[in-house]
């Protein structure tokens, strides 16, 4: 009888403890599914205040809306003497560099003012041949605008008076890039398929930009077109409604 007794006692306390723990309380679901509410309210509320566009992204090469002086060795000649050091401000009629030849020693000057670029490697000592680029300089107050390229698959979506993000290849860590916009895209494609498209630089916000940057005619850079602008709650609706199709 005791054995039953026992076995009757430890049904009961174990129906107790099942009870209790298959029973939360109360103010557990109170509380649980206002934290969760919570949360999903804060996550929709920074995500629909992170931008966050689509873009296309493609590479872009800026040239000088005014072409570039370059500096030519007339004769045969031996390069004695660089004065200048490279991406440096020159005025029209600076001394850039001493030369050796048949005539003498000749003085390669500047003929316009600017910034003056090194056309290529070049050393003191070094042999030149007649009609070779030394030195190139760009106008002090020239403008850029971009070459961009756009692939094929990609070109319905670019229309002119769109926004694209210009990041220099060559720039330092924490530069800034350029802005610009779409000026006209190229009607006919390119062998490969691809397209151009011209990008206007002629926000006064690029003045300070380009001078910080150093941007040199012919600079390549990687550029995204933001075809669309949109929230980071905009972009995950969107995925979600493409994975249910």
Known sequence: MEEEKIVIEETVHTEEIQDIIGTPPRWLYRWGITVVLIIAVLCILVSSAINYPEVIKTRLQILSTCQPDSIVCKDAESLTKILVPNDSWVTKGDTLALTAGATGILAI?????????????????????????????????????????IPGNEVHKVIPGQNV???????????????????YVVNDAAKNGDYLAEVDFSDPKNTHT????????????????????ATLLHRLVQSLIKGTK
């Open 165 to 183: 993000l210009v990041k220099l290849r060559d720039a330092e860590e924490g530069k800034p890039g350029l802005t610009g916009i779409i000026k």
């Open 109 to 149: 000057r500047a003929d316009v003012s600017g910034k003056l670029s090194y056309a290529g490697i070049i050393h003191e000592n070094e042999e030149l041949a007649p009609g070779e680029r030394v030195f190139v300089i760009t106008a002090k107050n020239t403008g850029f605008y971009g070459r961009m390229i």
């Open 210 to 229: 380009t001078n910080q940057l150093s941007v040199r005619n012919e600079t390549m850079a990687d550029a995204e077109i933001i075809i669309a602008k």
